[in-house]
Nanobody, 115 residues
Framework: QVQLVESGGGLVQPGGSLRLSCAASGSMFSVYTMGWYRQAPGKQRELVAIISVGSSTNYADSVKGRFTISRDNTKNTIYLQMNSLKPEDTAVYYC?????????WGQGTQVTVSS
């Protein structure tokens, strides 16, 4: 069993930055593909960014060049650095850990981009 706990969300003005963190419990963190997803009101949950075991990354087109995902296997933690935030980035952001067909989710952290 893996538990994921997100932090770092909040209210930020357009053009601002936030860094989300996701801390994972358990000793198998390094073998999980990790990712960030988001869900805006009235919309489906969507992939934001993923990072593989070997630290290869992939991003949604809407965040490329603005967001950066990273992982620190010594701290069992992944991060999402979000720059140049836009109002359309407003959503609940969820951390995901995946190993084969097994998925774990965090409880989510709210990000609101508004002036």
């Amino acid at each position: 069993q893996v538990q994921l706990v997100e932090s770092g969300g909040g209210l930020v003005q357009p053009g601002g930055s936030l860094r989300l963190s996701c801390a994972a419990s358990g000793s198998m963190f390094s073998v999980y593909t990790m990712g960030w997803y988001r869900q805006a009101p009235g919309k489906q949950r969507e992939l934001v960014a993923i990072i593989s075991v070997g630290s290869s990354t992939n991003y949604a087109d809407s965040v490329k060049g603005r967001f950066t995902i990273s992982r620190d296997n010594t701290k069992n933690t992944i991060y999402l650095q979000m720059n140049s935030l836009k109002p359309e980035d407003t959503a609940v952001y969820y951390c995901n850990g995946r190993l084969s067909s097994i998925n774990y989710w965090g409880q989510g952290t709210q990000v609101t981009v508004s002036s």
